[in-house]
């Protein structure tokens, strides 16, 4: 099925992209607990993408202690991965680390000045977990007269493409779409506009969730 659409609004949608929210548990637990904690309470322990999101965990006032993150490998020859199987390549080791002192430090912790360490999963340590916002955008789409936008196969194509412009945009693979049902509107999701001076009608919605 091949669409022609114009779409408008698309920095509405490129603001949504890529946004977590963290929270910093105070209680000390194991790594493996911790990451069953945020895995039952939030979304997973915290993935970390740049020096961005350590400037804000920096901001926190109860930002005072060693913490678990994510990050962690299987054997001590494996690779860094992060518990919630982003692709995030971002590493902010301390000078000298990893360093698997004594063998068994196989999970990564956060210090307070937002370096990071490599730390033995048993002990028992603070941690952050995340969750990522969720958002509603507006969407306007401009199309041909005959378009049918309702249309079940129409709908899931036009979120294709949109993922696709904002896998260009950097999209994370946590992101996930789907449409807002208007209230009292059944199924339509799109309202026809017809482009009259001073005529404005509702707009449709596109939403982004995890």
Same mark, same amino acid.
């Given at each position: 099925? %091949?669409?022609?659409?114009?779409?408008?609004?698309?920095? !509405?949608? /490129?603001? !949504?992209?890529?946004? %977590?929210?963290?929270?910093?548990?105070?209680?000390?637990?194991?790594?493996?607990? !911790?990451? $069953?904690? @945020? &895995? *039952?309470?939030? $979304?997973?322990?915290?993935?970390? =993408?740049?020096?961005?999101?350590?400037?804000?965990?920096?901001?926190?006032?109860?930002?005072?202690?060693?913490?678990?993150?994510?990050?962690? %490998?299987?054997?001590? $020859?494996?690779?860094?991965?992060?518990?919630?199987?982003?692709?995030?390549?971002?590493?902010?080791?301390?000078?000298? *680390?990893?360093?698997?002192?004594?063998?068994?430090?196989?999970?990564?912790?956060?210090?307070?000045?937002?370096?990071?360490?490599?730390?033995? @999963?048993? =002990?028992?340590? !603070?941690?952050?977990?995340?969750?990522?916002? &969720?958002?509603?955008?507006?969407?306007?789409?401009?199309?041909?007269?005959?378009?049918?936008?309702?249309?079940?196969?129409?709908?899931?194509?036009?979120?294709?493409?949109?993922?696709?412009?904002?896998?260009?945009?950097?999209?994370?693979?946590?992101?996930?779409?789907?449409?807002?049902?208007? /209230?009292?509107?059944?199924?339509?999701?799109?309202? &026809?506009?017809?482009? *009259?001076?001073?005529?404005?009608?509702? $707009?449709? @919605?596109?939403?982004?969730?995890?």
């Amino acid at each position: 099925m %091949r669409i022609d659409l114009i779409f408008v609004l698309l920095s !509405a949608l /490129s603001s !949504a992209v890529n946004s %977590r929210v963290f929270y910093i548990i105070p209680e000390s637990m194991s790594w493996s607990d !911790a990451q $069953t904690y @945020c &895995r *039952q309470k939030h $979304t997973d322990l915290a993935t970390i =993408d740049d020096q961005a999101e350590i400037a804000e965990l920096l901001t926190f006032p109860n930002f005072k202690e060693n913490m678990w993150i994510g990050l962690y %490998r299987k054997t001590e $020859t494996s690779p860094w991965i992060w518990s919630d199987q982003s692709k995030s390549e971002f590493r902010f080791w301390r000078s000298g *680390q990893p360093n698997n002192y004594g063998g068994n430090q196989l999970c990564g912790h956060i210090y307070p000045d937002g370096s990071w360490n490599d730390w033995d @999963c048993l =002990d028992k340590m !603070a941690f952050i977990c995340y969750e990522m916002k &969720r958002q509603i955008v507006r969407l306007e789409l401009k199309s041909s007269p005959n378009l049918i936008l309702n249309d079940p196969e129409v709908k899931k194509e036009i979120l294709m493409k949109i993922e696709q412009m904002l896998k260009e945009k950097g999209l994370t693979e946590e992101a996930k779409l789907s449409w807002k049902l208007m /209230s009292g509107d059944g199924e339509n999701i799109f309202q &026809r506009m017809w482009y *009259q001076k001073n005529k404005v009608s509702k $707009t449709p @919605c596109s939403r982004i969730r995890n």
